[in-house]
């Protein structure tokens, strides 16, 4: 099994700002990598598809990088909406599909 | 509008049964790979069970292997979830989502989930 850990636990930032967010695999996933937003009561969100694509209706201040075992999601200017749980997901390895543990990401 | 809306979670006792369903609109649902991903009470996401297309190919968590199983039914655009000899452990929120092409992806779109609490 691939083990996906995120870091940090939370990240604390003010709006206005830059996030940075880094996810890091146990063993290289290429470029097959997802990033997901979630808010408390809510269904997670594809925000990021193979590792640097924007999915459809996601604001450009959202960017994903890295390949291999190393990624970040990045989010400019942050607003108040972005405050949540981010949680990177690999699947160069299906069926054998994991998720981080995620990134919450809060108001400082 | 695409939505996933699933069903059938509730309260059931330790090595009980509960089926899940997810009844899909608003895309191709032959198109898709379907999925189960489960969240304990505070916790992360778990990838749980997948299903091709063609309910050729199914996969699972390994914590669910031999107690859980996935199947669709095209002509009801619906996917299913049984799950046998349930452990306190499986108690989550149930997602459904979905996944494009032919292999196992990206989940989008998901459901907004249907809990299950295994409890005595």
């Known amino acids: 099994e691939i083990v996906m850990t995120q870091s940090p636990a939370t990240l604390s930032v003010s709006p206005g700002e830059r996030a940075t967010l880094s996810c890091r695999a146990s063993?290289?996933?290429?470029?097959?990598l997802a990033w997901y937003q979630q808010k408390p009561g809510q269904a997670p969100r594809l925000l990021i598809y193979?590792?640097?694509n924007r999915a459809t209706g996601i604001p450009a201040r959202f960017s994903g990088s890295g390949s291999g075992t190393e990624f970040t999601l990045t989010i400019n200017i942050l607003q108040s909406e972005d405050f949540a749980f981010y949680y990177c997901?690999?699947?160069?390895?299906?069926?054998?599909?994991?998720f981080g543990q995620g990134t919450r990401l809060e108001i400082k | 509008e695409v939505q996933l809306v699933e069903s059938g979670g509730g309260l059931v006792q330790p090595g009980r049964s509960l089926r899940l369903s997810c009844a899909a609109s608003?895309?191709?649902?032959?198109?898709?790979?379907m999925h189960w991903v489960r969240q304990a009470p505070g916790k992360g996401l778990e990838w749980v069970a997948g299903?091709?297309?063609?309910?050729?190919?199914?996969g699972y968590a390994d914590s669910v292997k031999g107690r859980f199983t996935i199947s669709r039914d095209t002509a009801k655009n619906s996917l299913y979830l049984q799950m046998n000899s349930l452990r306190a452990e499986d108690t989550a929120l149930y997602y459904c989502?979905?996944?494009?092409?032919?292999?196992?992806?990206?989940?989008?779109?998901w459901g907004q989930g249907t809990l299950v609490t295994v409890s005595s």
């Open positions: 608003g895309f191709t649902f032959d198109d898709y790979a």
């Open positions: 997901q690999q699947y160069f390895n299906w069926p054998s599909i994991t």
């Open positions: 989502a979905a996944t494009s092409g032919t292999s196992f992806n990206w989940f989008d779109p």
């Open positions: 299903i091709s297309w063609n309910s050729g190919y199914t």
């Open positions: 063993q290289s996933v290429t470029s097959n």
């Open positions: 193979g590792a640097s």
